[in-house]
């Protein structure tokens, strides 16, 4: 485990530049909860100088060429979840260290500095148990792992969830690689990027300290190029599209996220689409993401009135188009039997490899729940010609 650290330690730990940990756990009000950032280890609870108990939640540190920015910013950029408002919390109450320091919200970062976050609550379930499980691996080298992710695994162990996850059988997968590897070895910073439960394809995890950092950089550079098939209710008007509107938590329901295209809330997301094929009352479409926020294509498409194809949450388990008919109403409930959950598959991704420097991309088929409903609305739209 992590030696224990206190806000009040003025002797910061050697930086490893780009590791990044931060906490597991605390997204346990979020049914998306496994799409959240990678969680890290929790140092044991030490005493500041005002007595309060502090616990290290994560440490990260400024890549080489990140250009001057205000602490606050940069943290709310880097840490899906945060508010402008939290951060500076924890920066003026002096829980956010930059070398060691207290310092104020627009302190200018420069690469190289180490920030420290702490709180005052303890996170439980910070230990990645290895277990055994099936994993369907696209690729593997010494750098990186591509795991194509099947539908109803949650990624990584949270709050009433801590076993049974993707990185629990990664875990498991690497000891049996290298049966010398320790608690503290395990890559819980291997995981730079997340998908939903019910969300299938494509995830890359790195496998050691170098891989991360080049690949978490990428993703916070938007450069990571990933793209989803969703099918969506109702008839897209336009071929092509850009949504841009905020994504952030929803005023009323803070378990659910919500589109804000004034950009008062929330932080920026960008999702461009283009139509694939249309069957009428739905439609198969492409999304890529310029940005990745949480639900962030279930979220745009319910904003522009196209909600994903049987999504519980965003409003796409019930008929949003079609016919008032009773043999129609069976079709859609038959499709949704056939595929249980939103349809949604993050069928490519690609990134510049941490080692090689060459771009490379990996694809996946879609699963078979998708191909049979997409094939039947396909049926159903040749027969209503």
């Known amino acids: 485990m992590r030696k224990k650290r206190s806000a009040s330690d003025q002797s910061p730990k050697k930086p490893v530049p780009g590791d990044i940990h931060s906490p597991s756990g605390n997204k346990g009000n979020n049914p998306g909860a496994d799409n959240e950032p990678a969680d890290a ?5 030490e005493s500041s100088d005002s007595g309060e108990e502090l616990y290290e939640r994560m440490s990260l540190v400024v890549d080489k060429g990140q250009e001057p920015m205000r602490l606050d910013k940069f943290l709310v950029a880097r840490i899906e979840g945060a508010s402008r408002n939290k951060v500076q919390q924890s920066i003026e109450m002096g829980r956010t260290l930059v070398n060691g320091k207290t310092v104020q919200p627009n302190h200018k970062i420069k690469p190289g500095e180490e920030i420290v976050l702490f709180s005052d609550k303890e996170t439980p379930g910070e230990e990645i148990i290895p277990e055994e499980m099936p994993l369907n691996i696209a690729y593997e080298d010494e750098d990186i792992l591509i795991i194509n992710k099947p539908v109803g695994l949650v990624v990584h162990p949270a ?13 498991w997968y690497l000891l049996q690689q290298n049966s010398h590897l320790n608690q503290d070895e395990l890559p819980r910073y291997g995981l730079v990027h997340r998908i939903d439960k019910n969300t299938s394809g494509l995830m890359v995890l790195a496998k050691n300290g170098k891989a991360h950092s080049s690949l978490a950089k990428q993703f916070f550079d938007h450069s990571i190029h990933r793209q989803y098939i969703a099918l969506v209710w109702g008839d897209i008007a336009e071929d092509t599209g850009t949504i841009r509107a905020h994504v952030g938590r929803h005023k009323r329901f803070r378990k659910i996220f919500d589109a804000y295209p004034d950009g008062e809330q929330g932080k920026e997301a960008v999702t461009h689409y283009k139509v694939l094929e249309r069957y009428g009352y739905v439609t198969l479409v492409q999304c890529e993401l310029e940005t990745g926020r949480t639900h962030q294509i279930r979220v745009h498409m319910q904003h522009i009135g196209h909600p994903l194809f049987n999504d519980e949450t965003y409003g796409g388990d019930r008929i949003v188009k079609g016919t008032v008919f009773t ?37 996946s088929e879609l699963p078979d729940d998708m191909k049979q409903v997409i094939e039947k609305w396909k049926n159903y739209a040749k027969n209503r010609m």
């Open 41 to 45: 280890e929790t140092a044991e609870g």
């Open 327 to 363: 043999k129609y109403k069976q079709f859609v409930d038959n499709c949704f039997e056939i595929c249980p959950r939103h349809a949604l598959h993050a069928r490519t991704i690609g990134f510049i490899h941490p080692r090689t420097r060459q771009t490379v991309s990996f694809e």
């Open 159 to 171: 709050s009433g969830n801590y076993s049974g996850t993707l990185i629990n059988g990664v875990a």
